[in-house]
């Protein structure tokens, strides 16, 4: 089954950090573009960082020096290092991978709570 599965969302308190992580399975090849986005509570969703095959990172501004995208081809699996967390950082995060074929495929989302 061709599926993107993701890891490592949780609560965390302001400042804290998560590290998470997408897998692919099935026969989805590994993409050119590998993405995370998030959507808050009553917001639309938004892109974070991308990555893509060649190495060459995008980030939002709100996440720039906090956030590092990186991913790991032999194991067709993208990360997301999220450090000095803030209560904006709050949303459901969703990995998103673009293959040089059109395909276009969405992790399930892994919930990011940052308290106080």
């Known amino acids: 089954q061709e599926q993107l599965v993701e890891s490592g969302g949780g609560v965390v308190q302001i400042g804290g950090s998560l590290r998470l992580s997408c897998a692919a399975s099935g026969s989805i090849r590994v993409p050119y573009f590998m993405g995370w986005y998030r959507q808050a509570p009553g917001k639309q969703r938004e892109l974070v960082a991308d990555?893509?095959?060649?190495?060459?990172?995008n980030y939002a501004d709100s996440v720039k020096g906090r956030f590092t995208i990186s991913r790991d081809d032999a194991k067709n699996t993208a990360f997301l290092q999220m450090n000095s967390l803030k209560p904006e950082d709050t949303a459901v995060y969703y990995c998103n991978f673009r293959g040089w074929d059109n395909s276009n495929y969405w992790g399930q989302g892994t919930q990011v709570t940052v308290s106080s």
């Open positions: 990555i893509t095959s060649g190495g060459a990172t």
